[in-house]
C-alpha cells in the first residue's frame, strides 16, 4: 500500500522510515528526536479524522476501492489516475512542494542516487567491450524500443508465428500498436512478453523519442508534477550503493527483523492513540534491548567505508 508516512516525514526532516544518515552518523530514524514531534503529529491527524482511520488495517484493495470511489481529499499514489481513471477527477489532484514544520525548514523529497531503470554498465570482465557499445547503441533505436518495450513483430518469431505485436502511427505522435498471444497460456499479452520475450518494464535505455511520442495524458501529467514539485528538492537518506559483508548482512538479517516488527507495533498504537506520547523514550529504550546500537553500529562502518570510496 501506498506510504503516507513519507511526505510527512520529510517535513520533520527525514527521507525514510528505517536507516539514514545524519550528518554523517548512521540513525534509525524512528528514534530521532524529531521523529517523536512526527508522531505527535500524526496522533493529531489520526484524532481529527483527517487520516483515515483504516489507514494501519485496510487491505491494499480496500484502500484502492476508497482511491476509486474518490473518498480521499489527498494521498500518495506518484500517478494520482492508477485507482482514478476519471481524467475530470484525477486532474483535480495536483503535487504539492515538499512541505516544512516548526522542526525543520528545509524543504526535500526522497530520493535514490542511483537511477535503477535504464542503465547500462560494462564491467572488468567484459571479454568484447565494443561489441557491447553496438548493443547499447541498438538500445536507442526505433527497433529497440518497441523489442524491450512490447516484443518482437508478428511473425518474426517461426516458433511463435501467430504472437507478437504490428503498429500504425495514427498521427506524427500517435503511435497505436496491436498485439497478440497465446490466450490459452497466459492472461494477457504483458505477462506473455515478460515471460517469453523481453525483461520488465524500464529493464533498458528507452529510444527517448519514442519515449515521449508514446506518453498518454496522465503520463505527461505526473511527469510535469515530479518536474514542478519534487525534482529540485530530492535528498539521498542513504546511498543505495553500501555493501556489507556477508558476516554484516546476516547478523543485520536478525537484528532488523526484531527492529522493525517492533518499531511498527509501537508506531501505531502512537499514532493511534492506544500508547499516549510519553511513552516514546519508553520505545526507544525498547529499541535499544533489541540491539538497536548494533544496528547502527553495523551501518556506520558500511557508511565509513563508502565514504572513503567518495573521498
Not at 525534482?231 to 548482512?249: C, F, L, M, Q, R
Not at 517492533?262 to 499516549?276: A, H, R, S
Not at 523514550?281 to 553495523?298: A, Y
Amino acid at each position: 500500500m501506498i506510504d503516507i508516512f513519507y511526505p510527512i516525514l520529510a517535513a520533520f526532516g527525514f527521507t525514510c522510515r528505517d536507516v539514514e544518515t545524519i550528518d554523517g552518523r548512521a540513525a534509525w530514524v524512528p528514534a530521532e528526536d524529531n521523529y517523536k514531534h512526527f508522531l505527535e503529529y500524526m496522533n493529531k491527524l489520526y484524532a481529527e479524522g483527517l487520516l483515515d482511520p483504516e489507514y494501519f488495517t485496510q487491505t491494499e484493495d480496500q484502500s484502492n476501492a476508497k482511491n476509486t470511489n474518490h473518498l480521499y481529499g489527498a494521498y500518495c499514489y506518484y500517478a494520482c489516475w492508477v485507482n482514478q481513471p476519471d481524467e475530470t477527477i484525477w486532474r483535480e489532484y495536483d503535487g504539492l512542494d515538499p512541505m516544512v514544520s516548526d522542526y525543520n525548514d528545509t524543504q526535500m523529497w526522497p530520493a535514490k542516487d542511483v537511477n535503477q531503470c535504464g542503465n547500462f554498465m560494462i564491467t572488468k570482465n567484459c571479454a568484447d567491450p565494443e561489441k557491447l557499445m553496438e548493443i547499447l547503441d541498438w538500445l536507442f533505436t526505433f527497433e529497440a524500443a518497441l523489442s524491450t518495450g512490447i516484443g518482437y513483430p508478428l511473425g518474426s518469431n517461426p516458433k511463435r508465428a501467430d504472437c507478437g505485436y504490428t503498429y500504425e502511427w495514427l498521427d506524427e505522435k500517435t503511435l497505436q500498436t496491436h498485439t497478440s498471444y497465446p490466450e490459452d497460456e497466459y492472461d494477457n499479452y504483458s505477462n506473455f512478453a515478460y515471460a517469453e520475450v523481453h525483461p520488465d518494464y524500464g529493464y533498458f535505455p528507452m529510444y527517448r523519442t519514442y519515449s515521449e511520442a508514446r506518453s498518454d495524458a496522465p503520463q505527461q501529467y505526473l511527469t510535469e508534477n515530479i518536474i514542478n514539485h519534487y525534482a529540485d528538492y530530492y535528498k539521498v537518506g542513504w546511498p543505495s550503493t553500501i555493501k556489507y559483508t556477508a558476516e554484516e548482512a546476516d547478523e543485520l538479517a536478525l537484528i532488523t527483523t526484531d527492529i522493525e516488527s517492533y518499531t511498527d507495533e509501537m508506531v501505531t498504537k502512537i499514532i493511534t492513540g492506544e500508547l499516549p506520547l510519553d511513552q516514546f523514550d519508553t520505545f526507544r529504550e525498547g529499541l535499544k534491548t533489541r540491539n538497536l546500537d548494533r544496528m547502527l553500529e553495523i551501518h556506520q562502518a558500511a557508511y565509513d567505508r563508502w565514504a572513503k570510496t567518495q573521498e
